[in-house]
Nanobody, 125 residues
Framework: QVHLVESGGGSVQAGGSLRLSCAVP????????MAWFRQAPGKEREGVAV???????YYADSVRGRFINYRDNAENTFYLQMNRLKLEDTAMYYC???????????????????WGQGTQVTVSS
């Protein structure tokens, strides 16, 4: 179910940057695991990054060193800073929340009960 509110997608040239935001409503409590997934046309949804209440962050090999997943606990919002974007980063990006038990790598979409509506990221040459 869609409960989280995403923003920040768009179109950018290769090498550029975007920041995605995901706001968690106040009625969702105890969901310490925050993750980002993406899905390109014709491909399965894949985990991009996951953060367990600031204790640990995991990244997909394809984005490690370019993307940063962080959270602002005061505003109940988490972010995905995407730098040095590549053509292959083009996809629909989704944020998701779950309890700490979901914070494993590789992260599994089925473990997440709260989702954002998705935001499109398009990288062009």
């Amino acid at each position: 179910q869609v409960h989280l509110v995403e923003s920040g997608g768009g179109s950018v040239q290769a090498g550029g940057s975007l920041r995605l935001s995901c706001a968690v409503p106040g009625y969702i409590r105890g969901m310490n695991c925050m993750a980002w997934f993406r899905q390109a046309p014709g491909k399965e949804r894949e985990g991009v990054a996951v953060n367990n209440f600031g204790l640990a962050t995991y990244y997909a090999d394809s984005v490690r060193g370019r993307f940063i997943n962080y959270r602002d606990n005061a505003e109940n919002t988490f972010y995905l800073q995407m730098n040095r974007l590549k053509l292959e980063d083009t996809a629909m990006y989704y944020c998701a929340a779950a309890n700490s038990g979901a914070c494993n790598w590789p992260v599994a979409p089925a473990d997440f009960g709260y989702w954002g509506q998705g935001t499109q990221v398009t990288v062009s040459s």
